[in-house]
């Protein structure tokens, strides 16, 4: 009898703890929120010595940004205007826990990749009242030292026509205006990775034209 119970015990605590993982990873993708102000942990992923070829699918024409206000640029940008770039594009919030433990990753890729053929830009969707004050949004970027474009999307404009509903997304656009990449959540050692093959491979890709 005390056998069965210890079986029944240890099955309970493992269904227990599978539980918490079920629950506790889409936590993350799919809120995108939490308590916390810091970021945690610092990216460091250079480009790769040789770049690694991925195959990456077609998922469609990637909508044109519908947004008039714009941080960390004098004009509003457009998708158009990127043709010929990989862009990276991340929707986030700056109250976000998640979206703060991405910014680091996003930065070192910008610092490793950007130029002719690679730029980021991002789309700040609020959440909660006080992540609309645009002057709220100014001193979070000016706090976490982020110099690519901000689009202010308070009137979720930009947020709908990417059919958004996590914070925070990344989009990898490639030179023909079309979405290859999508990641939700916050990045980890291991989708980094991905992530870094991805844009590599986008970028070995041949400019409209060719």
């Not at 008039?68 to 826990?97: H, M, Y």
């Not at 979405?179 to 491979?201: C, K, M, N, P």
Request: aromatic share 12%; hydrophobic share 40%; with cysteine.
């Amino acid at each position: 009898m005390r056998r069965k119970q210890m079986l029944w015990g240890t099955a309970v605590f493992l269904i227990f703890i599978l539980t918490l993982a079920a629950c506790t990873a889409p936590s993350a993708q799919e809120t995108g929120r939490g308590e916390g102000e810091g970021i945690t942990g610092d990216a460091e992923v250079p480009p790769t010595e040789e770049a690694i070829m991925v195959e990456l699918p077609d998922m469609g024409e990637a909508p044109e940004f519908q947004n008039d206000v714009w941080l960390n640029s004098e004009v509003p940008v457009t998708l158009a205007a990127q043709r010929g770039k990989v862009v990276l594009l991340e929707f986030w919030t700056f109250g976000c826990i998640n979206c703060q433990r991405t910014i680091p990753w996003i930065k070192e890729w910008q610092s490793a990749y950007e130029g002719d053929d690679f730029t980021v830009i991002s789309i700040h969707y609020p959440e909660f009242a006080y992540e609309r004050e645009i002057d709220n949004v100014r001193d979070a970027l000016e706090r976490y030292e982020i110099t690519y474009p901000v689009a202010i999307d308070n009137d979720r404009k930009t947020w709908a026509a990417y059919n958004q509903r996590f914070w925070p997304t990344t989009y990898l656009i490639d030179k023909n205006g079309r979405i290859r990449y999508q990641h939700i959540g916050e990045f980890s050692r291991g989708s980094d990775l991905e992530a870094v093959a991805a844009i590599e491979t986008l970028m070995a890709e041949p400019d409209p034209g060719e």
